[in-house]
């Protein structure tokens, strides 16, 4: 983690074109409402690095207790910089930011013990055994009981399933069993909040299900876990909520579902004949329409008796039709609607 100091100052906020307020998807009925304080709050928080560069654009975040909160947007949209300010490593230019009811920078002293976060990677000793450098961990915390430690250190790497390989040396551990360790790093005391930062960054595919799998055992224990991701489907395989980040502004937040949902769907036609089919879809009004080999998208049409309708429409002229339906919109399809723009997972 970046210590606080490394940074440089930062100049006051310029007059910026006011962006227009973030879309809040409300949540559906289903959805349990939170009653507890946020877990963390934003309000307008800004900062411009010297030099100019508006990293964060007046963001207001609410992160809701117990939820499970990504934290979306391509590389360099500013989720390290706002996540540093959360952290109290760094000082907003203006706006402020509160965890877990407390101010930031300000309460580092009291917030920060009751939060876990793995920011850029695990500071890790490669010629210490991963037990051992989880024994280096707690002891920098002068407020760890020492007489406890072996039992303290032996359950977190219990809880992230690095006990059979706690004896090798962490140079040899895999990207994934370093992200591990991080996070029991991060566990050796009990959190209310975690911070991930791109938690699963550079990992491969089974080293990214074991981080999801182990995000998704400690929000169900209760802990509030905040994670940055620039992967969509991260984000909705694994968070209860989220914010979308797009050039340091807001664009939107809620629960995933409604995030979604906010989207009309896409209508999605399988035929043997796709260009019949895309005239038929466009001389009912239909539009946004794309062709795929047999299949043929457009804009979904807001009520489902047009639905009804255009199946028979496409059945008297004589289009075969393999399959007919309204795909579920994806937080990619919210993102696109919100920015006009595809999502750059590459970055
Ligand atoms: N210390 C700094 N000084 C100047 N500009 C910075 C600094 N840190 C970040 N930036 C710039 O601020 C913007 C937001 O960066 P930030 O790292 O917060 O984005 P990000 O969404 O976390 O992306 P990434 O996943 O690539 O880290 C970028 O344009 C970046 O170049």
Known sequence: MTGPGAEPETEPPTTEPRVPEPAVIE????????????????????????????????????????????????????????IRMLMGLIAPTSGTASVLGRPMPDASRTVLPQVGALIEGPALYGFLSGRDNLVRYDRADPTADPRTRTARVGDALERVGLAPAAGKKARAYSLGMKQRLGLAAALLRP????????????????????????????????????????????????????AVMARGRLLTQGPVTGLAAGTGGRLAVTTPDPADAARVLKEHGLTGITLDGDRVRAEAPPATAELADLTAALVREGVRVRAFGVERASLEDAFVALTGEGFDVAG
């Open 191 to 242: 959190r209310r909040l975690l911070v991930l930062d791109e938690p699963t960054n550079g990992l491969d595919p089974q080293g990214m299900r074991e981080i999801r799998a182990l995000v998704r055992e400690l929000a169900a224990d209760g802990t509030t876990v905040f994670l940055s991701s620039h992967l969509l489907d991260e984000i909705e395989q694994v968070c209860t909520h989220a």
């Open 27 to 82: 949540a559906p009925e289903t959805e349990p409402r939170v009653t507890e304080p946020a877990v963390i709050e934003t309000r307008g928080l800004t900062k411009r690095f010297r030099g100019g560069q508006l990293a964060v654009d007046g963001l207001d975040l609410t992160v809701p207790a117990g939820s499970v909160f990504g934290f979306l947007g391509p590389n360099g949209s500013g989720k390290t910089t706002t």
